[in-house]
């Protein structure tokens, strides 16, 4: 599996009780008090050890990872969910070597980011009569780019922000990636996410494609139309003149490039860039708008953001389109759900659902869940990055994603599920707002 397929998910709130990402404004002193709460809890789990305790006691899964926890750079983030009476959910994280320092290539999960901003940024347009269901088309205005102007994915053949995040959604398509980066631009991505707290992030590059960073910095002219043909809104080809920090991150000891092996490490100060605990916490930002501060979620309508929650949450297999139904071989219903199944390509129990977005690429497994399960009430929030590459070279498709990454992420999965099966829930959650129509 490359990083030209992965996918993310999440869940939907309870009605009445979760704010949608563009929810009304608290006060400052709400906002400190929730920081507060999610600090004091983060310090507890560091000092309380749960996880190391929890993969300590089931040795013949996690032996290895604990003994190679620093040359493989796992990380985990596990948060219990505890609600109150009237549903509210208290947030309990524990953490597992979990280093903002220790660099890790995010491959495809910087699309969870992009498709929010996506959102954002088309709710801040609304005035020119465009929605994410509005035919845009790409067009070419810098070297490395390329035009679009029709989707064959699509009922009607025309793309869209919607049919992009689809296709990223169910199966992480890396074109469709390219194409909301272009939309909006390097410099909006990276100044948007910094404003929301999101300091050391970086995403600097368009995937699957190599390009230059003068290119990557350019980003193409797109132009909405409406059902008529009538140009709604056109926006001019972008450049970003943002010079960023200079970052000094390397991995490897080696690593191919046009055929020939180079015996340095791999520069990865150019590439893109997120913390796990970053994605860990835009994900509950999505699930659970009112336990981040206002200033630090999406502006999004409610109406996407169960959008994009019921696309985190369908399986290729129930997509008709974009296609994926049709095409079970390569996309079949556990893709991309790392986390609990691993590599299996069987069907999943019907009572989970797993909102998630997974990433691989350059020895790296990533996977950033919210994990469910209808019939006996239980939610958790997981999150966890694992480096395979043994052999410590790059760019040679020599990973041990089958040997290590995906076992890892399967066991870790079905090691926190069968802890939270038998954890005592003072009051159960409601997950039928999760039962979307997702055979449609």
């Known amino acids: 599996m490359n990083c030209k397929n992965n996918v993310m998910l999440i869940l939907i709130p309870v009605i009445g009780v979760f704010l949608s990402c563009s929810s009304t ?20 789990s560091n000092a309380n050890g749960f996880l190391d305790s929890l993969l300590s006691s089931y040795p013949h899964y996690f032996h290895d990872i604990l003994k190679n926890r620093k040359a493989w750079n796992v990380q985990i983030m596990y948060t219990k969910i505890n609600r109150n009476k009237q549903g509210i959910p208290d947030l309990e994280h ?21 498709v929010l901003l996506a959102l954002q940024k088309l709710n801040e347009l609304k005035w020119k009569g465009i929605n994410r269901n509005t035919a845009m088309l790409t067009e070419t205005a810098f070297s490395g780019q390329s035009a679009v102007f029709n989707d064959p994915t699509t009922i009607h053949g025309k793309p869209s922000i919607s049919n992009y995040i689809k296709k990223i959604l169910l199966v992480s398509d890396n074109d469709a990636y390219n194409r909301l980066y272009e939309f909006l631009g390097q410099g909006y991505i990276n100044e948007q996410l910094h404003k929301k707290g999101y300091a050391d992030v970086e995403i600097l590059h368009r995937l699957n494609i190599f390009l230059t960073e003068e290119e990557n910095s350019r980003t193409n002219p797109v132009s909405f139309y409406s059902d008529s043909g009538d140009i709604l809104y056109r926006q001019p080809a972008q450049k970003n003149n943002v010079k960023y920090a200079l970052r000094k991150e390397s991995l490897g000891i080696g690593y191919y490039s046009n055929g020939k092996l180079i015996n340095l490490p791999m520069d990865f100060s150019k590439k893109n860039k997120i913390a796990l605990e970053d994605l860990h916490k835009i994900l509950i930002s999505l699930v659970f708008p009112k336990n981040v501060p206002a200033s630090e979620r999406f502006n999004i309508t409610e109406d996407d953001r169960l959008f994009v929650l019921k696309y985190m949450g369908k399986l290729p297999t129930e997509s008709v389109y974009p296609p994926y139904a049709a095409d079970s071989i390569h996309y079949w219903p556990a893709y991309v759900k790392f986390l609990m199944f691993g590599a299996e390509k069987g069907r999943l129990p019907d009572q989970l659902r797993i909102f998630n977005k997974v990433g691989d690429a350059y020895g790296h497994l990533i996977d950033v869940a919210y994990i469910t399960d209808q019939k006996n009430k239980i939610e958790f929030f997981v999150s966890a990055v694992i480096y395979c590459n043994s052999d410590g070279i790059l760019n040679d498709d020599r990973y041990d994603y089958g040997t290590i990454g995906l076992p890892f992420m399967k066991n870790l999965g079905k090691v926190i599920y069968a802890y939270e099966l038998k954890r005592v829930y003072k009051f159960r959650p409601d997950l039928s707002p999760l039962l979307f129509a997702f055979d449609k």
């Open 94 to 114: 524990h953490h597992f070597n979990v280093d903002r320092g220790s660099y890790f290539y995010p491959a495809s999960t910087v699309k969870l980011p992009i």
């Open 25 to 44: 404004k608290r006060t400052s002193e709400k906002e400190t008090n929730i920081d507060k709460m999610m600090n004091t809890k983060k310090r507890q």
